[in-house]
């Protein structure tokens, strides 16, 4: 791992972050993926999730960011039931539009510019990162709890040392 800058920390962060993000989704079951927690269906807590990692990771005001076009009024609010259903295909659609914006958002990132403010924004680039890995660990782990007690498996992992898996790998510890 490359430790010479912030940006390249944070940037092997991200990548290990989405990729643990889709090993989480991919362990989601058809059975669960409708089941309620919360009085919300499984999809809805995954998407509130990437809602808010596509929303906030760069520039919560960014007056030309565009909702996705599976998105309509509430769909991220956990408090509001919504009354559309997201599919699994529609979810991983998403995630790899966000994954490819963030990676190339995080791959022009220098350091100096880490305590720089997006425009129209009152938080900085670090704190919304920061802020960004707090909020999306505390859904994953929301989020593989559903799978843990509805499995009885783990989701696997990386932590900060174990390699990118290669090829077919058991989605599972």
């Known amino acids: 791992m490359n430790q010479n800058t912030l940006t390249k920390i944070i940037e092997e962060q991200t990548n290990r972050a989405l990729w643990e993000v889709k090993n989480v989704i991919d362990?989601?079951?058809?059975?669960?993926?409708?089941?309620?927690?919360?009085?919300?269906?499984?999809?809805?807590?995954?998407?509130?999730?990437?809602?808010?990692?596509?929303?906030?990771?760069?520039?919560?005001?960014?007056?030309?960011?565009?909702?996705?076009?599976i998105h309509e009024k509430d769909l991220n609010d956990l408090d509001i039931v919504s009354h559309k259903v997201v599919s699994r295909k529609e979810i991983e659609s998403y995630f790899s539009c966000i994954e490819t914006k963030i990676r190339a958002y995080i791959s022009e990132l220098t350091d100096e510019q880490l305590l720089e403010y997006p425009s129209e924004c009152e938080y900085c680039k670090f704190t919304l990162i920061l802020a960004q890995f707090r909020h999306l660990h505390s859904h994953m782990g929301m989020i593989m709890g559903f799978v843990i007690n509805d499995t009885g498996l783990w989701p696997r992992v990386l932590g900060l040392e174990n390699p990118f898996p290669d090829g077919q790998y058991d989605k599972y510890l």
């Open 27 to 69: 362990c989601v079951s058809e059975e669960l993926w409708n089941k309620k927690y919360c009085e919300m269906s499984c999809w809805k807590h995954i998407y509130h999730m990437l809602h808010s990692l596509d929303l906030w990771y760069i520039n919560p005001r960014d007056k030309n960011f565009r909702e996705p076009d």
